[in-house]
């Protein structure tokens, strides 16, 4: 792999891991802390919408952001011809 290629695969990880962690945060933050008594007006299950994002939801996201980051760096792999 020349340095070109290096460098480009290095910027596109970097980026979706940047990316990842941005819409982590976001829910983390926003949903749990911030809009938490907007959304505890909506009830999910007998719970309040609020509390249910800062004690579960936020975990599922990163959960799902975990998988999404496999997909999409085993893609990335691919592209950069990366072998294993």
Known sequence: MDENNRRSYWRANTALIRNLLIVWALVSLVCGILLVTVLNGVSLGG???????AQQGSIIVFVVLIFIYAIQMDKL????????
């Open 47 to 53: 719970v309040p919408l609020g509390f249910w994002m």
């Open 77 to 84: 792999d691919r592209k950069y011809n990366i072998r294993k």
